[in-house]
């Protein structure tokens, strides 16, 4: 037996793959982060990654020096084949197959492990756009809900890369919504395919794709998931002129009469919408995660930047204003990768035991996914808006040289643009996260009334726990107050009709999203501080849960605005401010602090 | 396509690095400490051994020592995988008889190259 300590660990069996975390992760329900408190161990973090994920993370950064940035240029330049042939050869190391079983010639590895190459992808969008393309929203509708057959067909090519896959969903008429595809599907006459007629548009690597899941009505009405070889004549548009992601592949595609096998319908017909949410859930958690890896790179470029240029004599590095933005940047970002990671950590909480072998792997693993399609929402809306406030101050901080296309910077401000867009836009995100609570709620999923009435009941009742000291859980806990009474403010406003109330209900969402922000910062920054490690999460908890609380504070202004007047109004108003009420930190000697570490780092 | 031996006693590492290993096309055995991934190599005589260097029992410098020692085994390339980083210890695995190392966390990449280029010379 080896001398050495280990804490006790829970281990995830992958078919006999066995990555390790330390800790316990509870299995908890979806959106109960609102009713529940948590201990920091019960909470998964960036720090809880295992010898095994970071060596796929080294590996994977190998990877990029070594062959995606040798090419970035001809990449970006849209060089015919160029893009493709650098993720061929990802294929033999395994990074197009991370999640696949390996029976279909994948690695089988643990979410963990397909997130975090993810985020290490995630430094160029136009390479992570053919990359997670394919391995995520390409793959993921075959592994999730193809029959055993059609996985055999296919999985294998994905795998080896014989096959480039996209999905086709949006329309020039059906972005947002969907379900208003025109896109149809028709019985042919021999009853042996379907033929589609029809256009889809903003496809990702659309002009270089093999294998396309296409959305299409049968008959005009039945919203159908379809496997579609380019080879059955499938015809692509030419390259759209994008703000950004100039290196990956984005084209419309036409069907006219393209004959498809019966057998290669995905799922059950009329069901396609069952896989467009579902392997969207993954993808948003996937776009939090690399929107986190770019993010740190345009950290990392604006400190070395911050270091080097001089302005009266000084690094700017060594001005306020500037420690300031960088400060902000890392506390953004750190706030960002404790959601996403905490939620890997939440939906591994549901797959322990987990094996492609069981034969209802792909609803066990669904399921996991499904339960937490709010926090996916989450994830996505922070880490996006997260990574366009980065290369925003990233540009700033470069000053007139952030404006030219000589510092990647600029470029980065330009691709991350698109994250608010696609994998549904935020507005859409935001009204999902809302959405699903309360119909979790409604279901009976989550205890969220009866949560509500106690929280309304306890406020109404006098000052009462607020009033003890000002610390950080505190914040936390008043948060979640303030989230379950704007929930059930509106709930009581509108009733069923809440939904048409699209303002009141994004704003709901922000709350959400915050609480759900401050306490992973929260509850991280404590993880590290048992650990007896001394980190810059020390700095950024305090000043994060205070800005947070401020956001939330005009969040909930607005929605009681919206919800009650009068008497009503000002009650409400009061117990706002007493559960919103903080002691101010020293945000700007905290942040220069930050700063100071991460100019010494150079990185978060 | 090779015939590998793994040494290593996480099971983690040693399920990783075996789908790796898996997936470029090699076939793969394994032992769990110095001792028996000696007796290991010596009854399957693999074309390359993995070999973890801070193993219980018997560690990976005298597993190394040992299947060098042995005529039926000294001809086999030995890649060390090793979390120890000082030059010393590089020279400690390489005076042992290993022909090249890996630290951990493993970057695959590297270590994959490093295999190709023994199976394939």
């Not at chain 1, 190459?117 to 809900?145: C, K, N, Q």
């Not at chain 1, 990671?341 to 996914?369: C, Y």
């Not at chain 1, 999203?513 to 908890?541: N, P, Q, Y």
Request: aromatic content about 6%.
């Amino acid at each position: 037996m080896s001398g050495f300590f280990k804490p006790p660990r829970r281990i995830h069996v992958y078919n006999q793959i066995v990555l390790t975390t330390s800790g316990i992760l509870p299995k908890i329900k979806g959106g109960a982060f609102l009713i529940e408190d948590r201990a920091p161990d019960e909470i998964f973090t960036a720090e809880d990654l295992t010898e095994q994920h970071l060596a796929i993370a080294r590996t994977v950064d190998e990877f990029w020096a070594k062959e995606v940035e040798p090419n970035l240029p001809a990449i970006l330049d849209q060089t015919p084949g160029a893009a493709l042939a650098v993720l061929k050869r990802a294929a033999p190391l395994g990074l197009t197959a991370i999640s696949i079983p390996e029976k279909f010639g994948g690695m089988e590895l643990d979410l963990a492990s397909e997130v975090i190459a993810t985020e290490h992808l995630g430094r160029d969008g136009s390479y992570a756009g053919w990359h997670s393309g394919h391995t995520g929203i390409g793959t993921l509708p075959v592994l999730y809900f193809g029959t055993e057959e059609q996985k055999q067909r296919y999985l294998p090519k994905l795998a080896n890369m014989e096959m480039l896959a996209a999905y086709a969903l949006t329309e020039p008429q059906a972005g947002s919504d969907a379900l208003a595809a025109r896109t149809r599907a028709d019985l042919a006459p021999d009853g042996k395919a379907y033929l589609l007629n029809g256009q889809k548009m903003w496809i990702t690597s659309g002009g270089a794709a093999d294998l396309f899941t296409v959305f299409a009505k049968v008959g005009g009405e039945k919203f159908t998931a379809f496997l579609v070889e380019r080879s059955f004549g499938v015809q692509s548009g030419t390259e759209e002129q994008k703000m950004g992601l100039k290196g990956s592949s984005t084209t419309a595609l036409y069907f006219d009469n393209v004959r498809v096998p019966v057998e290669n319908v995905l799922g059950e017909i009329g069901r396609g919408h069952i896989i467009a949410l579902n392997v969207l859930n993954i993808g948003r958690l996937k776009l939090a995660a690399a929107a986190v890896g770019k993010a740190k790179v345009v950290l990392a470029a604006s400190l070395k930047y911050a270091k080097e240029r001089k302005a009266f004599g000084s690094a700017i590095g060594e001005f306020g204003a500037i420690q300031h933005k960088l400060a902000e940047m890392a506390i953004r970002i750190f706030a960002a990768e404790s959601i996403a990671w905490r939620l890997v950590g939440q939906i591994e909480g549901h797959l322990e035991n987990f094996s492609w072998d069981q034969p209802d792997a792909s609803q066990t693993m669904l399921k996991a996914v499904e339960e937490f399609a709010a926090e996916c929402s989450m994830v996505k809306v922070f880490g996006s808006e997260m990574l366009d406030y980065v290369v925003d101050e990233g540009v700033q901080i470069h000053g007139g040289y952030g404006y030219h296309h000589d510092y990647a910077v600029e470029r980065a401000y330009r691709d991350a643009r698109i994250n608010r867009i696609f994998e549904g836009t935020n507005e859409i995100n935001r009204l999902v996260i809302a959405g699903m609570l309360l119909k979790r709620a409604a279901r009976g999923q989550l205890p969220l009334i009866p949560a509500v009435q106690k929280v309304m009941a306890e406020v109404l009742s006098g000052p009462g726990s607020t009033d003890g000291p000002d610390d950080d859980s505190r914040l936390v806990s008043s948060a979640k107050k303030i989230a379950l009474l704007m929930i059930g403010l509106a709930y009581q406003r509108y009733q069923d009709a809440l939904e048409k109330q699209q303002e009141v209900v994004m704003h709901i969402a922000d709350i959400v999203t915050e609480t759900f922000a401050m306490e992973s910062v929260l509850l991280r920054s404590r993880k590290l501080a048992a650990r007896g490690k001394e980190t810059i999460a020390r700095d950024i908890c305090p000043v994060f849960l205070r800005d947070a609380m401020a956001r939330v504070e005009i969040s909930a202004r607005h929605v009681l605005g919206a919800c009650s007047e009068g008497d009503a109004l000002r009650t409400n108003m009061t117990i706002l401010r007493r559960l919103a009420r903080y002691e101010p930190a020293d945000d700007v000697m905290l942040c220069r602090k930050i700063a100071g570490r991460l100019l010494a780092r150079e990185r978060l | 396509m090779a015939v590998i031996l793994v040494v290593e006693d996480d099971e983690a590492n040693q399920e990783l690095v075996t789908r790796f290993l898996r997936r470029a096309g090699h076939r793969v055995f394994h032992a769990t400490d110095g001792m028996s991934g000696v007796r290991a190599a010596l009854e399957g005589i693999p074309d390359l051994i993995v070999m973890d260097l801070g193993l219980p029992g018997m560690d990976g410098w005298e597993a190394a020592r040992r299947i060098r020692s042995n005529p039926a085994t000294a001809h086999i390339p030995i890649i060390a995988l090793t979390a120890h980083t000082l030059s010393e210890d590089v020279q400690k695995a390489r005076q042992a008889g290993c022909d090249a190392y890996e630290t951990k966390p493993v970057v695959y990449q590297r270590l994959m190259q490093k295999i190709e280029g023994f199976v394939n010379s």
